[in-house]
């Protein structure tokens, strides 16, 4: 028993930003931007929701895979950037899908989510009788997280969703998950202060500082940091799935690793002696779409053909936390 995905769709804010748009806000350079990061433009919300982001990309990938929104039995969605506390994505987006026979689930993995995501969708549909069919929404505002004073991390972001719905399949897909919450304090962004009308300003403060650097409502990163940690994170969560899978990671068609930094993506390459060709990159359009990033890579190599039925393809995420995980499977 294992999964399959008949459709995937994707959607990206109508306002692209190039990096020389930076040049006009902070101290940069569009040849700095490229030559660290490999971006060139992200495109970016204009205050639209999250979850409408997603239900553009849900239609889609249902349209794609010849369904109903009523054919679904579970919806997962991935977000750090929901729109409430609650309701949950999912129930939004059940909603307004009309997937009256799904119940849904929202999944805070960061930029990892939908390798996790998928990973979750195996798992219920191999136990489950009455799970056959799994729409995962992976959806994100993060650059509502950006200071665009910090140069450090203003040029990485863009937003934008990707979905995929997943049937059960022929082929088993074999995945390795992981974190270290001891690295949670290099990469993060605080939810609105705690507190209450009955809380004093001092509490509210403490409240505030749990971790060494104060940016508010901002994503806090330490960039290097992360970046080293990314390149282990990848090459060792990758090797072992592929082991699960009896293969090396030279034997797969397709690698979609999470798209962060070029440069992340090609020393974990190089450690794992895979092929450039067989690296689908698309970042210098989007930048860092966090868990957004995987399902929209999917969907653009379904839309251009790339991907070949029974093609092994291996997703690879890291992000906030640090979480990690990666994923081998057969479309
Ligand atoms: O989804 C997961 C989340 N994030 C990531 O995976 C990001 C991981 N980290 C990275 O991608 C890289 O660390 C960055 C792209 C963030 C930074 O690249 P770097 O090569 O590690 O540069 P650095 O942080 O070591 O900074 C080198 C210099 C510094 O100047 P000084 O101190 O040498 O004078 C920075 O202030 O580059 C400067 N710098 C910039 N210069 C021009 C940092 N950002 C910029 C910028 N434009 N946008």
Redesign the pocket.
């Known amino acids: 028993m294992g999964i399959k995905i008949v459709g995937a769709g994707m959607y990206l804010p109508e306002k692209v930003v190039a990096n020389e748009d930076f040049e006009k806000i902070v ?3 569009n040849e ?2 490229v030559k ?2 490999g971006i060139k433009k992200r495109h970016l919300s204009q205050g639209e929701y999250t979850f409408d982001m997603g239900l553009k990309a849900a239609r889609e990938a249902l349209k794609n895979a010849n369904m109903d929104a009523t054919e679904i039995d579970l919806i997962i969605v991935t977000t750090v950037t929901p729109d409430f506390y609650f309701p949950s994505m999912a129930n939004v987006i059940q909603g307004r899908l009309g997937a009256k026979n799904a119940f849904g689930i929202d999944i805070a993995c960061a ?1 990892a989510g939908f390798v996790y995501a998928l990973d979750m969708a195996q798992r219920y549909i191999d136990s489950s009788d009455d799970i056959e069919n799994v729409l995962i929404v992976s959806s994100e505002n993060i650059t509502k997280t950006v200071d665009y004073k910090d ?2 991390t203003c ?2 972001f863009g937003d934008g969703a990707g979905a995929v719905v997943v049937k059960k399949g022929p082929n088993k897909a074999y995945s390795y998950l992981g974190c270290d919450g001891e690295y949670a304090d290099i ?1 993060y962004a605080h939810l609105y202060p705690s507190g209450n009308y009955f809380a004093d300003e001092e509490t509210n403060r403490k409240n505030k500082s749990i971790f060494p650097n104060e940016t508010g409502r901002y994503m806090y ?1 330490d ?2 940091a ?2 080293r940690l ?1 390149v282990d994170f990848m090459v060792s969560s990758l090797e072992k799935a592929c082991e699960k899978a009896g293969i090396k990671p030279a034997d797969l068609d397709i690698i979609i690793p ?1 798209q ?2 070029v440069r ?1 993506i090609e020393t974990a390459i190089r450690k794992l002696s895979i092929l450039k060709e067989r690296v689908y990159v698309n970042i210098e359009n989007t930048g ?1 779409i ?1 868990s957004a990033c995987i399902p929209v890579c999917l969907t653009e190599l379904f839309k251009s053909g790339r991907l070949k039925e029974n093609n092994r393809v291996g997703i690879v995420g ?2 906030a936390g640090m979480i990690y995980g990666a994923m081998v499977f057969s479309v």
């Open positions: 101290d940069t350079s700095w931007i660290r990061t930029c140069r450090s040029v990485l990469l990163m960039g290097p992360v970046y990314a999470h962060a930094n992340i860092n966090s890291f992000g």
